[in-house]
């Protein structure tokens, strides 16, 4: 404790005698922490914000659709259409093991629906599983079942637009009717208001989904080429963010075995990866913070410079107290420990400054609504832990120098020292 007064004496000495110094000294060090603080955790928030983005359309997904042959397997001719069917999903469900979870998805635009009022609506078919993997909420009543699928139910959940375009300010429940082309559908489920900034094929909350099976069957897509069986696309989970590559590797052989086209053929069929794009955009943000974080490990880096400053001018104004410290049987190892717990605490009371500067600013930023693709500043631990590693490396190579320098000197030299 005698031990900490004087440790914290000797650093109060040297602001009081070098005020405006210390007072720069001081606010660069804090600059620099909060910026690291700053920095990491932006990166951190517009990370946290793309995730989210990609969520809406659901989480560490894969959309595989029609594509056209670009190479010439066994001399099979390139430019041919690759049609997806739902044979494809069957074999992926029976032979890829990396795939946790595949669907087929059948969509046909602008048919008409009604009920109180009409409108032209995206229709998709799609099985039980689909509302899980790509995160489509219900608020009142459910999603399809395996049962609405196998029977072919005439059954319906549609998007909180839909539902307001068809029903108006009327209360509409769960068994209502709306028609689907001419043909009745009941109402099951109504989805929430959903707040979507990507898609691949329309809003979700413009859309109605009904079961595959009915909609392959009562209002198939408008295309010459469509005939029983094929899809629009296919939607599968990897059983593991880490091996989605091998996931993906295994889809593509066998869709190229069912399709005659070779694997390598990146036309074929093209895929909307969440999970790639997640690693995209992760290396671009990690990319900027890294960059950034070194321009604020510079800023820190000057105020270390500040900090070796005055312990410099503290050394010269302490000399006789050195050599006098010395006459008395201070140790060369003593002094040096001294003035480097000096330099150190003078350098991490700054910083710990910035750090609750920044700590402060994040919070309130947190507190602010969330915007698109910003998912605020979020200051873990690992992002303190950094700024302060970089505080430690800095105050510890800023207090060094002084401190030799003030063991170093020769007991009857710093005696006789005049100023």
Known sequence: MAYLKELLSGVVSNLLR????????????????????????????????????????????????NGRTELQPGGRRAGRNVRLDYDDVRDVRAECYLVRSVVAELQ?????????????????????????????????????VAADNDAGE???????????????ERRAEPGARITIAGLPYRIVGFMPPKDQSSSYNGLDSEKIYVPYSAMARDIPPVDPNFRAGRIADLIYVPVSVKEWKAAREQVTRVLARNHGFDPLDTGAVSAFDTVQNAELVDGIFTSMTAFLGVIAIVTLTLGGVGVMNIML?????????????????ATRRRIL??????????????????WLGASGLAAAVNQLPKQEMFGGLPVNGATSALAFAAL???AVLSAAWPAWRAASLAPADALRYER
């Open 18 to 65: 070098n005020k405006l110094r210390s007072a720069l000294t001081m606010a660069g060090i804090a600059w620099g922490v909060a910026s690291i603080v700053i920095i990491v955790a932006m990166g951190d928030g517009f990370k946290i914000g793309q995730r989210d983005r990609l969520k809406q359309l659901g989480e560490n997904i894969v959309i595989i659709f």
């Open 108 to 144: 046909r635009s602008a048919p008409t629906v009604s009920s109180y009022n009409s409108g032209v609506f995206t229709v998709n078919g799609v099985e039980p599983e689909y509302s899980e993997i790509r995160n489509i909420p219900v608020a009142r009543g459910r999603f399809l």
């Open 154 to 168: 005439r059954v319906a959940v549609i998007g909180d637009t839909v539902r307001k375009q068809l029903f108006g």
């Open 313 to 329: 001018v503290s050394v010269t104004e302490r000399t006789r107290e050195i050599g006098l410290r010395k006459a008395l049987g």
């Open 337 to 354: 420990a001294d003035f480097l717990a000096e330099g150190v605490l003078l350098a991490f009371a700054s910083g710990l400054a910035g």
């Open 392 to 394: 430690t490396v800095v």
